[in-house]
């Protein structure tokens, strides 16, 4: 059980190694993931591959994953080595807030790729296409929910602190001091940011795939066919590396709703659930360089003397070489 006061940050009694690695691994994982985000945001500014609508939500997941990697390893990576959190309350409260909008700007914005699959199939069958504003659509709805679910704990409904290893903050599962108000709003959240978009996007994918298989023919069709599998492939390996933080918040919320005490997780727990949330910010680049070729020409193309920069059908000679 917890000795502290929820409004200061809980002091758990990991080993001081644990803390060490913790910050080394972050640091690893957050200047991998701004290196690769950062050379697949520089790509889509000069690539003349990248022509496909679809690649706008594609972008926008990488905004989510460069944003969440600038944010995590300067901050909770420095304050894991120094053992403690070292930039006071109110960048803790600043912190967490950018932790949760970027955590559900992930979310959203895989499930909006995964259902643009879905609908771009569908509407093959008839002969119609997307409209460019839908995407944009799309894009907006991603930063509007983000920011819908990130600021209720600044007002009391919910809690920002520290985290279950003192040495970074996030919003806490669950609040004792917030009751009832934080349950309205913690309910809510998962439903809406967790358990119905998990659910949505598996269904989709399902169904995206059966659609492509009976329709997608043509070659451009067949890009599309393999744009659809690398997403499906980011949507699956993103899943599976947070299921340790998801695990650590059940971990919390259950033994404090059904026995009113809130036990100590333990530190291999709290150190994978950490590191995996950040090496997922480095899966959709990887997924776009194995499985999808114009991604991974217009990727090359700014490593192989720009190529990307040429023409779309030069590029793609120098992407057979």
């Keep these: 059980m917890l000795d502290y006061h929820e409004d200061e940050c809980p002091w758990y009694y990991f080993d001081s190694s644990y803390k060490t690695l913790l910050g080394a691994c972050l640091f690893l994982f957050g200047v991998f993931g701004v290196l690769l985000n950062g050379w697949l945001f520089a790509t889509f500014i000069h690539s003349h591959l990248l022509e496909f609508k679809s690649h706008i939500l594609v972008l926008n997941l990488c905004t989510a994953s460069l944003g969440r990697n600038l944010l995590g390893f300067p901050f909770a990576g420095s304050s894991a080595v120094a053992r403690r959190w070292l930039f006071g309350p109110a960048c803790c409260q600043m912190f967490a807030f950018f932790n949760q909008f970027f ?44 920011v819908i679910f990130a600021t209720p704990p600044l007002f009391g409904y919910g809690l920002y602190s520290c985290d279950t290893t003192g040495t ?19 309910v809510p959240y998962i439903l809406i940011c967790g358990v119905i978009p998990v659910i949505a996007m598996f269904s989709y994918m399902g169904k ?12 451009e069709q067949k890009e599309q066919k393999s744009l659809t599998q690398s997403v499906h492939a980011v949507c699956i390996a993103t899943l599976a590396l947070w299921i340790p933080a998801a695990i650590q918040a059940g971990w919390q919320w259950v033994p404090l709703l059904a026995y009113g005490y809130r036990p100590h997780v333990p530190a291999a727990l709290a150190l994978i659930a950490s590191i995996a949330s950040e090496a997922a910010t480095s899966v959709p680049v990887l997924c776009y360089l194995a499985g999808d070729e114009r991604l991974r020409a217009a990727l090359l193309g700014r490593m192989r003397k720009q190529y990307a920069l040429l023409h779309p059908e030069r590029a793609k000679r120098y992407n057979r070489i």
């Design 103 to 146: 955590g559900v700007f992930q979310m959203t914005a895989l499930f909006v790729i995964v259902l643009e699959r879905y609908l771009l199939a569908r509407y093959f069958r008839r002969e119609k296409s997307l409209y460019l504003r839908l995407y944009w659509s799309l894009v907006g709805i991603s930063w509007i929910n983000s």
């Design 168 to 186: 970074s903050c996030t919003f806490l599962w669950p609040s004792q001091l917030s009751g009832a108000k934080h349950l309205g709003f913690t």
């Design 208 to 219: 995206a795939v059966r659609l492509e298989k009976i329709f997608y023919k043509g070659e």
